[in-house]
């Protein structure tokens, strides 16, 4: 068995999942599992035995994914995925209530929470303001009630 550790300093610089750019001091990283996206022991999804994911769902919710405790090598098992559709202070309290109530992972807690936020609210509709609509829909016909007088004036003219 090997140290998580140990897991990092192996996999720290050269994986499949980071993306590096010159200007940027801390690589992004696509791993499953990794709530921030950053390069880092504390959030990395690979060397820890126990992890939390938080992506988007199909339509609509998020799906909550986290490592069962006893199946450490069988990683094909691990996984367990809980669809959340319920509505956002539901789902969030969902998450706070698994994550309290199995002692899991505390120090991830917040991280799960703000992503888990931000997924819900880009499923949210954008709102329709009532400026733009009422501009939009008053334009085309301004100009073609324009023409008509215009062409209109120039035979009462002759």
Known sequence: MVSS???W??????NAHLLKQKNIRKPFSTEPNN???LSSYRYSGLVHRRTVGVTPAEKKGIVFTYKRKGCYYKPAKAPVKVTLKDGARRTLKKIKNIMKNSRYRKDLKQAA???ACA???SQR???VKKGKAAASSTTPAAPAAGTTAAAAAPKKAE
């Open 5 to 7: 550790h140990l897991s």
């Open 9 to 14: 300093l192996i996999i720290r610089d050269h």
């Open 35 to 37: 709530l921030t996206n």
């Open 113 to 115: 929470l703000r992503r």
């Open 119 to 121: 997924i819900l609210r």
């Open 125 to 127: 509709p954008a709102p």
